[in-house]
């Protein structure tokens, strides 16, 4: 495993880590915690110590899997966890609640550290958030608080549009030393304004959704149904045909004979001298371990 710093933080990332959205049910499967155990486990045993979670993943289950997982290993400081707020909906029907309030903000960060069963997160991240509701100085000046309270180490932005260059060029001044954005080889928007910005001001990036939701790994062809319990299944029909085809395309023209696709399509991602880690889901441990050898892919350019 390779580890790269993550932008002006004092934290040695690997430049792959674990995403951790379908530990949360959305993904066709329910995990229970010894497959969460396994998963883990075999990011340990690679040198993986970067884990990528949300509150509304399964509304505090992922963190709470990882939280289980942790505190029975007593390895606290062994991993980097970065967790998001904003998506809290514990009640989903409300019109009421401001999920991105100061005050709700900050409950949110208490459930999660009581979920993952720890005094403090890494980082910890504005969650694909509105302008409006970004441009708040009461809540970067509670969460500034929480950092000098020591319940974060560090905060970050994961912008919602992969072109969000308000929120990116405004890190610096909200004190946010990370962005979390889309990119894959099917999605290169970030290259033209937002990498550049972060390189101006020394942030680090995860790349989020770097095998495209899985269309990058080259299992599926283009028609690929999915189960109702998987969110691609409610992916636009057209879109995931045109996807499908294009990854064809790739397979055919630019992946080299013998090659795993979705190694080579994590490696695409760490090439771009921007990009900090690619943060791919996982279903399985022998998934972690596809996932870790991009970091020793020799991309040829």
Not at 38 to 47: H, M, Q, S, V
Not at 130 to 140: I, K, P, Q, Y
Not at 223 to 240: I, L, P, Y
Request: proline share 3%; net charge negative; charged share 25%.
């Amino acid at each position: 495993m390779k580890y790269r710093r993550l932008g002006q933080t004092e934290l040695q990332v690997s430049v792959v880590g674990v995403g951790t959205w379908q530990f949360g049910g959305a993904w066709g499967k329910d995990f229970t915690q010894d497959e969460v155990d396994a998963i883990l486990d075999k990011a340990a045993e690679l040198g993986i110590n970067l884990i990528d979670t949300a509150e509304c993943y399964g509304h505090h289950l992922s963190e709470s899997f990882i939280g289980d997982y942790i505190a029975r290993r007593k390895s606290r400081s062994d991993w980097v966890i970065a967790t998001k707020f904003g998506h809290n909906h514990a009640d989903r029907e409300s019109t009421t609640i401001n999920y991105w309030s100061p005050e709700q903000v900050l409950i949110q960060l208490e459930n999660s550290l009581k979920a993952l069963k720890t005094d403090y997160v890494d980082l910890y991240q504005f969650h694909s958030g509105s302008d409006e509701v970004f441009d708040n100085d009461a809540l970067w000046t509670m969460l500034d608080k929480q950092v000098q309270a020591g319940k974060v180490r560090n905060l970050g932005i994961s912008i919602g549009s992969n072109d969000n260059l308000h929120q990116t060029d405004a890190a610096s001044k909200v004190n946010a030393k990370a962005i979390q954005v889309v990119y894959n080889r099917l999605d290169q928007t970030p290259e033209n304004r937002v990498f550049p910005s972060c390189e101006r001001q020394d942030l680090g990036v995860l790349a989020r959704v770097p095998l495209a939701s899985g269309y990058l790994s080259g299992k599926y062809k283009p028609g690929a149904e999915f189960a109702d319990n998987d969110v691609r299944s409610r992916h636009n029909k057209e879109q995931t045909l045109i996807k499908l085809q294009k990854v064809q395309e790739i397979q055919q023209n630019e992946l080299p004979e013998g090659v795993n696709m979705a190694e080579w399509a994590l490696a695409w991602c760490l090439k771009h001298p921007a990009v900090t880690s690619v943060i791919p889901g996982c279903k399985s441990p022998e998934q972690v371990e596809s996932n870790a050898r991009a970091a020793d892919f020799d991309f040829v350019k």
